[in-house]
């Protein structure tokens, strides 16, 4: 979900400009890649484990709950801690728990415990949670003011090849090949491939921990303080919509990538678990695409309309997806990402712009509104087991009706 810089407000730090800060930027850019890497893999063991766990695809779906259910819980506390000690004990502790959940991987396989996967999943996303709190400010001062808008960016495509390498990752050990008739026994494949993520974050942990790096100290720009501090937050209107829209806006991304490979397999005749996998991944380099094209395409149209656009698009996909009509319906499925790519960003900015004093509480609450990919996936989930997967895809398209309001009405400021 990560990808919004820090609007209305000016970061401090004890840097020399003209010092090369390129390792630290490295190490930096890494965390970007991890939680995508996370984001890429989860939709893939949702899958997995309806296959070796015989959940089904409600219960699956409770792994959503637990990875952005963290966010929800650790948002808040991750900033205060790193306002008492400072962001890189917060990245230290973040990578800590990032490796604590990985590791917890292996003994919830060895004894085949969907419940232990979803404690260590939430442990894991509690350590996201810390290194997305981070990482945007580090970014943005780790060299230059003018161009912190291009590191961000960079930073941001590596975020978006995590989340499409773990699709192929995932669909390269989790599932057998095709034409083979043999069942998936075990997880051994899941527990190997997180024993190596948690020695890997482990080790970034360390290069964190010897390097120096320079803390953060963030001030609100005060343009338009008097006329923001006149009125209390939730007085204005634009951000609380924004806060709305969010919600629903991160419930229809996860929604449409948990159910993705249950659809591909029902669906698109002949399609494996595997293959599902793979073109997963495809969508995922779409939404990656799509943030490029989207910010070059804005230098010419309005952002509330082009998201207004967008979601006009994506209700028309659903409702493809919705008719279940072969390969058609899977492709459709794909292009939603491209059409989503900008949406998270955008609404962020429209919500949070013109606060003033507010914008700081305006944008925790904007991150803490991605609860609402914990909770609506679920819902999908019910639909599908009692109705068909492909209804339940009629969940997203009301969820991006919101957003077709916010980019046309709601996000007027009055």
């Not at 400009?17 to 890429?40: E, R």
């Not at 205060?80 to 962001?87: A, D, P, Q, S």
């Not at 942990?205 to 303080?225: S, V």
Request: net charge positive; proline share 3%; hydrophobic share 50%.
């Amino acid at each position: 979900m990560a990808g919004a810089a820090i609007p209305n407000s000016t970061v401090k730090a004890n840097i020399d400009t003209n010092k090369s800060y390129l390792f630290p930027l490295i190490l930096v850019t890494s965390l970007f890649f991890l939680w995508g890497l996370a984001y890429g893999l989860l939709d893939v063991l949702n899958k997995h484990f309806q296959e070796v766990l015989h959940v089904t695809k409600s219960r699956s779906t409770l792994l959503q709950l637990s990875y952005f259910g963290a966010y929800f819980l650790m948002a808040l506390p991750a900033g205060l801690f790193m306002n008492k000690y400072g962001y890189k004990r917060g990245i230290i502790m973040g990578l800590l728990l990032y490796a604590t959940g990985a590791f917890l991987f292996y003994p919830a396989a060895s004894h085949l415990n969907f419940e232990g996967f979803l404690i260590a999943l939430f442990i894991l996303a509690c350590g996201l949670a810390c290194l997305e709190t981070a990482a945007n400010p580090y970014v943005t001062v780790l060299g230059s003011r003018e161009t912190s808008e291009q590191r961000l960016n960079l930073s941001q495509c590596f975020n978006g090849l995590g989340s499409f390498l773990g699709p192929i990752i995932g669909g390269m050990l989790f599932f057998e090949d095709k034409g083979n008739p043999a069942s998936v026994k075990d997880l051994s494949s899941v527990q190997l491939t997180y024993i190596i993520i948690g020695i890997l974050v482990l080790v970034i942990a360390l290069f964190f921990y010897r390097t120096p790096l320079p803390e953060i100290k963030e001030e609100e720009q005060t343009g338009n303080e008097s006329l923001a501090a006149a009125k209390p937050l939730f007085a204005h209107s634009h951000f609380v919509w924004g806060v709305i829209t969010q919600f629903f806006y991160v419930a229809a991304q996860v929604g449409v990538g948990a159910l993705f490979l249950n659809y591909a397999t029902e669906y698109w005749h002949g399609t494996s678990s595997k293959e599902a996998s793979f073109l997963l991944s495809i969508g995922m380099a779409l939404f990656l695409a799509g943030r490029f094209i989207g910010t070059a395409i804005m230098r010419k149209v309005a952002a509330n309309k082009l998201l207004m656009l967008y979601a006009t698009i994506n209700v028309v996909l659903c409702a493809a997806v919705m008719a279940g009509s072969g390969a058609l319906s899977v492709y459709a499925l794909i292009a939603i990402f491209f059409f989503m790519s900008i949406m998270f960003p955008t609404i962020f900015a429209l919500g949070v712009k013109d606060l003033g004093i507010h914008t700081k509480r305006g944008a925790s609450f904007q991150i803490m509104s991605i609860v609402g990919g914990a909770i609506v996936p679920f819902v999908m989930g019910l639909v599908a087991d009692k109705q068909s997967t492909a209804l339940a895809y009629g969940v997203p398209l009301i969820c991006f009706l919101v957003v077709f309001y916010y980019g046309g009405w709601g996000y007027k400021r009055k």
